[in-house]
C-alpha cells in the first residue's frame, strides 16, 4: 500500500480538507453520510481527533484539548450537518469545486468552513507541539438546522464535568460587507446576544365542502386575510442598547450627513427606530421583531374546500420582546386562534466592552482584518450557541471569514461558497485565538 493512502492527511492542503468535507452531504438527520464524514476527519486531522473525544447524540463530537490550566476554558463551536439543497445553483451544490478563487458548495459557509479551520489551526498547533494556556473544548454538532439536542447535550455533558467556559464561539457573525446602508467599511459583527425563534400556529377553521358551490369567507379566505393583516402589522420598533453601541462605533464611518445622527444613538432611539427600517430587510430586523409566514396547509384536494386551513409563522424574538408579547400580537392582529409549535425567548447580552474576553476576540479580529469595523450586535438567526448561556455568561457568535452582501444571501439559498484566501485567513485567525489566549 502508498504511504500516501495510509496518511492522506499529509498530502491533503486545508483546501482539499474542506472540498471533502462539501462532497459528503450531511444534511440533518441523513444517517449514513455523517459516518462518511467523521471518517473523513479522522483522516484529515488526526492529532484533533486523537484526542479526548466524547460522542454527542449520534454523530456529533465534544473534544477536550487539555491547556496548561483548566482555570479559564475556552469552547470553540461549529456545526456539521446542512440545509438541504435549495434556490438556484450554477455548481453541483456537493461538488466542492474549487473556481474563480472560490470553494463551491453547501456547508462552505454554514457551517463547515469553521469545522475545517477550527480543525486545521488546532492540529498545526498539535503538529508544533503546542500547549495552549487553558483548556480548548471543541463542540461540533450534528443537529444545528433542525434544532435538534446536540448542543444540550454537550452542554449537559460540560456541566457534568464541572465545565464552566470562560468565553464560547460560535458562528452567527462574520466581516460583512456592505452591511449598513452608507458605511463602506466592511464591519466585523461580533454577535453577544441572538434573538429567540418562535414558531406559531394559526388556523381557521369552518365548513368544507365540495369546491362548486362555495360559501363566502371560508376558512382560506379568512386565513388571508390573518396573513395579510400580520404583514401589515409589525410589533413595536426599539433600538436595544447593543444596537446603540454599533451605531456608535460606525459613527466615524458613516457620511458626513450621518456622524452626528449615528454618534448621538442613544438620545435618538426613537428616531433611529423609525428610520433603520427604511435600510432595507437587514436594517429593519435590527431593531424589531420580525414575522415570516413560512408554511401552509389547506385542502387535501383541488375539488375539496378546506374545512380548516393553517399558516405557520417562524418568529424572531427581539431582547426585550417575549414569546408571551409575541403570542398577544399575534392573536390581536389576526383574530384567530394561536398555537405554540416552538418556543423560543431571545438569549441574555454577554458582556462586550470593558470585558477582556471580548477583547481578545476584538483584537484577534483587528489583527487579521485591518479594514473591519469591530461591533457587537444581535445576530438575527439562531445557533446552537443559545443554550451554552447555561455554563457560561460569556457567549460570542463570529465567522472569521469575509461575506459579500451575495454571499450572505446564499447562506440556505444558492450557490454558496466561501472564498479560499478568506478561508485560509479564518485557520490563520483560530490559531492566533488559542495561542494568544491572556
Known sequence: MDWRDAYPAIVST???????????????GSGEPFERLLATMREQWPLVLGLEVTPVREHGLLIRWPGRSAERPVVLMAHLDVVPVSGMWTRDPFGGEVVDGAIHGRGTLDDKGCVAAICEAVEGLLADGFVPAYDVWLSLGCDEE???????EAVGLLRDRGVTPWFVLDEGGAVAHDAFPGIKAPLAVVGVSEKGTTTLRITASGDGGHASTPARNGPTVRLAR?????????MPARIPATTVEMLE???????????????????LRPLLARALPLGGAEAAALVRTTFAVTTLSGSPAHNVIAASASAEVNIRVMPGDTVADVVAHVERVTG?????VEHGEASPLSPATDDEAFAHLEARIADHFEDAVVTPYIVLAATDSRFFHAISER?????????????RASIHGG????GVDDYLTGIAWYRDLIERLP
Open 336 to 340: 384567530l386562534p394561536v398555537e405554540v
Open 226 to 234: 390573518a396573513i395579510t393583516a400580520l404583514d401589515a402589522s409589525s
Open 14 to 28: 486545508p483546501v482539499e480538507k474542506l472540498q471533502a468535507l462539501v462532497q459528503v452531504p450531511t444534511v440533518s
Open 146 to 152: 433542525v434544532s435538534g439536542g446536540a448542543a444540550e
Open 249 to 267: 462605533r460606525l459613527a466615524p464611518h458613516a457620511p458626513l450627513a450621518l456622524r452626528p445622527l449615528l454618534s448621538r444613538a442613544d438620545a
Open 395 to 407: 457567549v460570542y457568535r463570529f465567522a472569521p471569514f469575509r461575506m459579500s452582501r451575495e454571499q
Open 415 to 418: 450557490d454558496e461558497h466561501l
